[in-house]
């Protein structure tokens, strides 16, 4: 079934804040086969925290994440991320349009420290692939 294009526009409700610790930062590093010496997180670490936000986004649109490919994703910081940082992602779906039967879904994400303050914007590109003929 097509994704309703009525959901262009539509905000989520932010996923449970995410604590960042050396430990979770370290963990996202090695999983990289890198080595994490303290400081701040790579710049890709938002993902962590906005992958929850769009499985709220995926859930109440009962979009199957199985039939999701991620075409693209994006950050642009205003500071980096640090251990101690509580970051809270809020998902806008931006864009919405159809090639060959799949959907492609262009999200916006803001993610923000426990006062608030945007740390730094994430965009994404979703296809969700149609289904089979």
Known sequence: ????????????????????????????VEATGASY?????????PIVPAFAAMMTFLEAEALDLSRIVHGAQEFRHER???????????????TLRSIGGNDIVGT?????????ALVCTGTATLVHRGEAS
């Open 1 to 28: 079934m097509p994704v309703d294009p009525a959901i262009v526009g539509r905000s989520y409700p932010p996923a449970a804040p995410h604590e960042v610790t050396a430990e979770s930062v370290r963990a996202f």
């Open 80 to 94: 980096p991320v640090v251990p101690g940082d509580v970051l809270s992602v809020a998902l806008t779906v931006a």
């Open 37 to 45: 010496d303290g400081g701040p997180a790579p710049a890709t670490y």
């Open 108 to 116: 916006t994400s803001e993610v923000t420290d426990a006062d608030g």
